[in-house]
């Protein structure tokens, strides 16, 4: 069974930092396309950052693009978001998702797996 565990979330002044991890098992990790969403209220869910552990090709919106790294440690089968010059608008709550295969995509139903989420709240 594939599970996904989120943690690091928090709350932090506008221009911090952040690191959220994102705890993988249950699944062979390399076979996998990883990413990084996040839903603000009333939005729409966005995907933000996505990594293809096989070939560490990496994918950013352009809202985060400059501020946030996504990264994994293989031995630990854990993807890392490190969250830099955090703005209010960066509010949301954080979710990690899997998807089979891969191909880079941030479309959140192409994802087949999904984290509880961990909530980032930056004050202004």
């Known amino acids: 069974e594939v599970q996904l565990v989120e943690s690091g979330g928090g709350l932090v002044q506008a221009g911090g930092s952040l690191r959220l991890s994102c705890a993988a098992s249950?699944?062979?990790?390399?076979?996998?396309?990883i990413g990084w969403f996040r839903q603000a209220p009333r939005k729409e869910r966005e995907g933000i950052s996505v990594?293809?552990?096989?070939?560490?090709?990496?994918y950013y919106a352009d809202s985060v693009k400059g501020r946030f790294t996504i990264s994994s440690d293989n031995a630990k089968n854990t993807v890392y978001l490190q969250m830099n010059s955090l703005k209010f608008e960066d509010t949301a709550v954080y979710y990690c998702?899997?998807?089979?295969?891969?191909?880079?995509?941030?479309?959140?139903?192409?994802?087949?797996?999904w984290g509880q989420g961990t909530q980032v709240t930056v004050s202004s």
């Open positions: 990594i293809n552990r096989r070939n560490s090709r990496t």
């Open positions: 998702a899997a998807r089979r295969g891969t191909v880079l995509t941030s479309d959140p139903r192409d994802f087949s797996s």
């Open positions: 249950g699944f062979t990790f390399d076979d996998y396309v």
